[in-house]
């Protein structure tokens, strides 16, 4: 059996014990994840390892990797140049909530830098890697589409 690797959002998460998916018509998409509290109806649409998963209207991404392209993906991480600055940028739309941090602060890997609400739902973006807060493009209050410029790491 091959083993897999799958990220919701970009964070890696478990399989629940009891739940797993089946196909009503793949070829249109649906299904229904089944589990000890009954059925819930998605949609999955996508290909290769990047999907998207339709559930209770909100469309959440989804990497699914077998071991051999999570290795892979993490030796081509490995080889990229962390000297440089970086800049982290909305990977969903909504409304700047909070900012964790100033420019000037250093940061570790992991760190809590902002808070975006989406949906009525809070999610914080952390620090991709080491470094010094460089430069902070909004401010709390500010409403950011996907893709927007949000601070500059180096």
Do not use: C
Not at 36 to 46: D, L, S
């Amino acid at each position: 059996m091959t083993e897999y690797e799958t990220r919701v959002a970009g964070e890696p998460i478990m399989p629940l014990d009891g739940w797993r998916l089946e196909w009503i018509d793949p070829r249109r998409g649906t299904a229904r994840l089944v589990g000890p509290e009954g059925a819930v109806p998605v949609v999955v649409e996508g290909a290769g390892t990047d999907w998207v998963v339709t559930l209770h209207g909100r469309r959440i991404p989804v990497t699914v990797r077998t071991w051999r392209e999570r290795v892979l993906a993490e030796a081509e991480n490995a080889t990229r140049s962390d000297a440089g600055p970086i800049d982290i940028k909305a990977t969903l739309p909504g409304l700047i909530v909070a900012v964790a941090v100033r420019a000037g602060d250093e940061v570790e890997q992991g760190a809590s830098l902002l808070t975006i609400e989406a949906m009525k739902m809070q999610n914080e973006v952390r620090a991709p890697r080491a470094g010094r807060v460089v430069e902070i493009v909004v401010a709390s209050g500010q409403t950011v589409a996907t893709g927007a410029a949000l601070l500059r790491l180096a």
